[in-house]
């Protein structure tokens, strides 16, 4: 997994998770890894992998069953919202991108027309 | 849990650690940095009592270091220490006979992952293969501190997961893990704290993440920044 | 402790073995020249004979040489982690080396006695008479000055005493490599000073040795010089842990 360095990772982590919640590698209601198991897979610290898990849960992302784990949220409105919010991050890096080439947001609907056919 | 306080060692007129103080908590990874020759090496070895100080100790759970330390500190150093006469079956044994957190059954698990066979001998072991044996028979303990001493050094990337593999599988809440080295990326996403050495001195100590999340700043930049421009500010 | 010593006779496992191996060929060349009887079997008889003779002497000499050798390395390299990582202290992982020492030199000692005394039985039986064995030993020219009226007792005892001071002369060796690595470490002329202190040491013990009093009594007088010996080891042990404990770093 490649992480930007210089950016918290715990950012980057919970972003991973949930666009695996929004495209569905994760099921609502399904059960999250253990952190340990967690870290192992990204390669990160484990305190890092706790951090991710309480700001998803703060988020309403996740909950807890106590001495059970983690559990994706099964609030289907909740992911929704999640894939909402994370398309229009893109959407707006995007414009911003285009923006910095001197491309209007009218002038890149048509250059996606064209690339995506 | 682990600390020294105002720590000093000369080798003749050299000074190799001066005055260092230092904490180390449990449930924490430290990433121990610094260019070679700035004391790391030192400062281990004076956490296990291989090297006595000229001044300032070491102190486990408040006493000083000694028997007791070393039932629950695993130390791996740099260099190989085996008797050359031993497989690895025989260090297995070794250390089964002399730690009592050492596990037979996680050393062979280990040594399968790390492609290595009991019936190596350790002096026809090559730099890599030596390295991934090392890491195995300390990582079989179940300690309380671990202080590995550039685990990654001459390290395949095959290995190397692997190793970052077992370092984190041993995290737990009661146990800290040191982690020497002069390449900071490897280290970058796996480590709570980093301990910056320069010169036989303890120039900073500082959280991996509140660095990136105050100075959207890595801990590469953080290395380029002390050992590049000599700066010591404190964070 | 025990553990510790385990080791210890891994570590010299190869020269006894060694030393074994041609204790056996002497000892074989020893038989074939009694049962060839005096005429034939002179030559083999006086080679095997000389042979465990020079097995037992630089033998034992030499097992001593051997734990001094593997206890500079065990200070001296970096298989000494292997050591000092163990959580044991330095009295016990200088004491397992000694205690290790001193029961090989007293095995090898008792080994050696063993078989000369049954070496000398088998050749007095098989070539016909105490007088008539000693002839061909003679005859060979190994001098053996045994007055056949002295009991056992009356020869081993001074043979124990010479190995308990051979063990004194080790540890004091132990406590010479343990001086040049902690308060001569790093200094000039560390090799030779700590040399000159064991030359020292070993001269102070002789005397010590010498000035005992004449007890008048040859068995106690022997009883108190393996004694004073065993003093002294254990005196230069303490002292020896006590550096290492506090000014060892390896």
Redo the contacts between chains.
């Keep these: 997994m490649e992480f930007h360095s210089a950016l918290p990772i715990y950012l980057q982590v919970m972003s991973f998770i949930k666009r695996d919640i929004v495209n569905g590698t994760l099921k609502p209601g399904e059960k999250l890894p253990s952190v340990r198991d967690t870290a192992i897979q990204y390669a990160i610290n484990p305190n890092t992998v706790s951090r991710v898990y309480r700001e998803l849960e703060m988020e309403g992302v996740s909950y807890t069953k106590r001495g059970m784990g983690t559990f994706v949220t099964e609030d289907e409105n909740k992911i929704s919202q999640m894939r909402a919010e994370m398309a229009k991050d893109l959407v707006s890096g995007f414009l911003e991108g285009m923006g910095q080439l001197g491309i209007t947001a009218k002038e890149a609907i048509e250059l996606i027309r064209q690339s995506s056919g | 849990m682990l600390e020294c306080r105002e720590i000093t060692k000369n080798y003749g007129r050299k000074t190799a650690v001066d005055h260092v103080s230092l904490k180390i908590e449990p449930g924490r990874i430290y990433a121990m940095l610094g260019p070679n020759g700035s004391g790391k090496t030192t400062l281990m070895k004076m956490a296990v009592g291989l090297v006595k100080p000229n001044s300032g100790a070491f102190y486990y759970k408040g006493q000083p270091i000694g028997i007791e330390s070393r039932k629950e500190i695993a130390y791996m150093s740099t260099e190989p220490y085996f008797y050359a006469w031993m497989t690895a079956k025989d260090i297995g044994k070794y250390y089964e006979d002399f730690f009592e957190d050492f596990s037979m059954k996680r050393y062979r698990d280990l040594l399968a992952r790390m492609e290595l066979t009991e019936d190596l001998k350790a002096k026809s072991l090559s730099s890599g293969m030596m390295a991934k044996l090392k890491i195995a028979v300390t990582m079989a303990r179940e300690a309380k501190i671990y202080l590995l001493d550039e685990p990654l050094n001459g390290i395949d990337l095959l290995a190397r997961d692997q190793i970052i593999n077992s370092v984190l599988e041993a995290v737990s809440p009661d146990v800290a893990l040191v982690i020497s080295s002069h390449l900071v990326d490897e280290l970058e996403k796996i480590v709570d704290t980093a301990i910056f050495m320069k010169n036989s001195h303890l120039v900073e100590v500082c959280g991996a993440e509140e660095v990136r999340i105050q100075q959207g700043k890595s801990i590469v930049d953080k290395y380029r920044e002390i050992y590049g421009h000599g700066g010591e500010e404190l964070c | 402790m025990l ?1 510790l010593m ?2 210890e006779l ?2 010299t496992m190869f020269s006894k073995l060694v030393l074994l191996c041609i204790t056996g060929v002497a000892e074989i060349a020893y038989l074939v020249g009694v049962f060839l009887k005096a005429d034939k079997g002179d030559q083999i008889l006086a080679f095997g004979a000389i042979g465990i003779i020079m097995c037992m002497t630089i033998g034992i000499f030499y097992i001593g040489i051997d734990s001094l050798i593997s206890f500079h390395r065990d200070l001296n390299t ?5 050591l ?6 330095s009295y016990q992982v200088l004491g397992a080396k000694i205690l290790e020492n001193g029961i090989s030199i007293f095995l090898a000692g008792v080994f050696f006695a063993a078989l000369i005394a049954v070496d000398a039985t088998i050749g007095i039986l098989y070539i016909g008479g105490v007088k008539e064995f000693l002839d061909i030993l003679d005859q060979l020219m190994i001098s053996i000055r045994v007055d056949i009226h002295v009991t056992p007792r009356e020869i081993l005892m001074p043979f124990f005493a010479v190995l308990a001071g051979w063990l004194m002369t080790v540890v004091s060796g132990d406590l010479a490599i343990v001086l040049s690595a902690t308060v001569f470490a ?1 200094k000039k002329f560390s090799g030779i000073v700590s040399f000159l202190i064991f030359l020292l040491l070993d001269y102070i013990a002789s005397k010590v040795l010498n000035i005992l009093p004449d007890l008048g009594d040859m068995m106690a007088q022997y009883i108190m010089i393996i004694g004073v010996s065993f003093v002294m080891v254990i005196v230069m042990y303490v002292a020896t842990g006590w550096i290492m404990e ?5």
């Design positions: 553990k385990k080791y891994r570590k970096k298989q000494s982690y292997m000092f990582l163990t959580p044991k202290n790093g506090r000014k060892l770093s390896v």
